[in-house]
């Protein structure tokens, strides 16, 4: 055993010593955690599993939690060996390393610095992402802040500068208010991988009564006649709405009858039953498809001039791709409109379907056999060809009866080697906001440690070079080169890692999801650097006002991280309560790998 781990020493050594360049522009405050890290990752080139099974029956540390203190559990370790083992011990000279006491110290510091000092009740800080109504809710955001959101995140991707500015004061006037202290993160876009639009549908409307089990008609369905042109919000308990022109709109009474052919010719009737304004509610007992220069007709009058009307333009309906396995899709990099595929009067495909990619400069990174992800992984296909123009992927993932690719959703390609640039020119024009704004900025898609770098020179050119950095680690290349991305941020003096664990799980397989989270957790701690635990936590909660027993667990299990991340909903304040609760239960209970023994409240009760 004392040869094993004097040659694990020397692996610690040498690979700091590999590395040496790379430390050299480390900030002082990094210097150390950067050297534990390297530590860290030297050991873990080794399978150590039988030496932790000696190890343990001699009652010593199996290094299974020596992630903030690698170098002094080493040395401790080989000291106790070298005295059963009646031998000196003659380590060589070394560098300072952080100690026992120390290494958690350094992450303490290492957080506060980036997300502020923890709140009196738990030592996890709890981050909120904002919606859109947040810009014009100060109520909404006083409740996230009173109920335990300790940083506000903000996500460029998404509204404007107008929307981020009112969010940010309605903080202020929070933290005015409540005298709590809150952060405040904005995530740039990043090159997001999405589809492009997806050519309209036909432009018809469809309305249907509520029916009971018999098929009896216990509701009818609510028909908003408007004025066309007017442009008014169509009611929000209206079935349906049909424009037409005011004037003959304008003579329609409570109580009239109007009948219509509809697009299936079926003979239908809408009754008046009321008017709200220039506009007229009506109901119809039968389900009907209404396109426009539809006739309706006034039966109840004997004004020719004002007994028909036509219906005006509708809205489209929003298409979408229907992909089975087996199917074919075209990703294109020309931005048309993508179009459902063209088949035979025998359903023999002419054309496949195809959609458009927001970032076609990947196609030419792209190679045959390399799998394609669609709609955060509900969809997924192999690379049947690759070319500059266009990529064929043949779907062999999706659900029995197939599934709806849409527009605007994620497309994750985690086997090609992207090298695209982490910020693109929106980011650039963000970046000017953020600094002016933000205590942190999110790096989102980060792959390699130069898209870092890259980062750190625009902010130094903004003169925000102590701005705090958060990558957000959530392609399969920027998990693989977690250890370099971190050593880069270093060059930071606040810096932080966020688990986006959506695009991550799409990209290194669902599978894989825990197994992924639990080593970058492992590794930011050897790096003495917080973790936001992020992505889809207490989901259901903040969305549909209802946990599930798994969320619960996946929250509690947050409690490793120095920070957990909600996502927006219309229960969100809710979600926010429920988490500060759990995270100041876990605490008493779990610190980071390690379970804390608290007294049990469970007894031991007599047989009878």
Not at 170 to 188: T, V
Not at 376 to 389: M, T
Not at 513 to 530: F, G, K
Request: proline share 6%.
């Amino acid at each position: 055993m004392i040869s094993r781990l004097t040659d694990i020493r020397c692996s610690l050594v040498k690979l700091e010593s590999d590395f040496k360049k790379q430390r050299a522009g480390v900030s002082p405050a990094w210097r150390k955690s950067a050297e534990n890290l390297l530590h860290y990752m030297a050991l873990r080139r080794h399978d150590v599993r039988l030496l932790q099974e000696k190890l343990a029956v001699l009652g010593l540390s199996s290094l299974g939690r020596s992630e903030a203190h690698v170098m002094s559990t080493l040395d401790a370790v080989l000291s106790v060996l070298h005295r059963l083992a009646g031998r000196p011990l003659e380590l060589p000279a070394h560098g300072e390393h952080p100690g026992f006491n120390e290494g958690a110290a350094l992450l303490t510091a290492h957080t506060d610095a980036l997300l502020g000092p923890p709140p009196t009740q738990r030592s996890v800080r709890i981050m909120v992402t904002m919606s859109s109504e947040a810009a014009d809710d100060y109520g909404l955001v006083r409740d996230l802040v009173s109920h335990g959101m300790n940083c506000m995140r903000i996500n460029c991707a998404h509204d404007s500068a107008d929307e981020w500015a009112r969010m940010i004061e309605h903080l202020n006037r929070a933290r005015r208010e409540l005298g709590f202290p809150c952060k405040i993160q904005m995530d740039l876009g990043g090159p997001k991988l999405r589809t492009g639009s997806i050519e309209p549908g036909p432009q018809v409307t469809v309305w249907h009564p509520k029916r009971d089990s018999l098929g009896r008609v216990i509701e009818p369905a609510r028909v908003w006649l408007a004025p066309a042109g007017a442009g008014r919000a169509v009611p929000a308990n209206a079935d349906s709405c049909l424009p037409v022109a005011p004037e003959w709109l304008a003579a329609v009474k409570p109580g009239e009858r109007i009948h219509f052919k509809d697009a299936r010719h079926k003979r239908r009737v809408l009754e008046v039953v009321g008017a709200a304004g220039d506009g007229r509610w009506a109901r119809c007992e039968q389900t009907a498809y209404v396109t426009p220069n539809t006739v309706l007709s006034r039966i109840d009058t004997l004004e020719a001039a004002k007994r028909d009307t036509h219906v005006a333009a509708l809205p489209p309906i929003e298409q979408s791709l229907l992909l089975k396995r087996g199917d074919q899709l075209m990703l294109t990099a020309e931005p048309v409109p993508g179009k459902p595929a063209s088949v035979d009067a025998r359903g023999k495909v002419l054309v496949p379907a195809s959609i458009a990619c927001t970032l076609p400069e990947i196609f030419p990174q792209v190679r045959i056999g390399e799998r394609v992800w669609l709609d955060d992984g509900k969809i997924g296909g192999i690379v049947r060809d690759a070319r500059s123009e266009a990529v064929t992927v043949e779907i062999n993932h999706a659900s029995v009866k197939g599934d709806r690719l849409g527009p605007d959703k994620g497309i994750n390609l985690p086997d090609t080697k992207i090298t695209l640039p982490a910020i693109t020119p929106k980011d650039l024009e963000d970046l000017r906001f953020v600094v002016a704004h933000a205590d942190l900025v999110g790096m989102s898609f980060v792959r390699h440690e130069r898209d870092v770098h890259e980062l750190q020179a625009r902010l130094a050119e903004l003169g925000a070079s102590n701005l705090g950095i958060v990558l957000k680690i959530e392609t399969r290349q920027g998990f693989e080169r977690l250890p370099n991305l971190m050593l880069a941020a270093m060059c930071q003096p606040t810096a932080g890692v966020m688990i986006a664990r959506g695009d991550l799980a799409v990209e290194c397989g669902f599978e894989r999801t825990a197994e992924v989270q639990e080593e970058i957790l492992w590794i930011c701690e050897a790096a003495h650097m917080p973790v936001i635990w992020a992505t889809q936590v207490l989901e259901s909660l903040a969305k549909k006002g209802r946990p599930s027993r798994a969320e619960i667990t996946d929250a509690a299990m947050g409690e490793r991280a120095e920070c957990v991340m909600l996502n927006k909903g219309p229960h969100i304040v809710e979600a926010v309560a429920a988490l500060d609760d759990i995270l100041h239960r876990m605490q008493d209970h779990q610190a980071k790998k390690s379970a804390r023994l608290r007294p049990l409240h469970l007894m031991m009760q007599d047989s009878d």
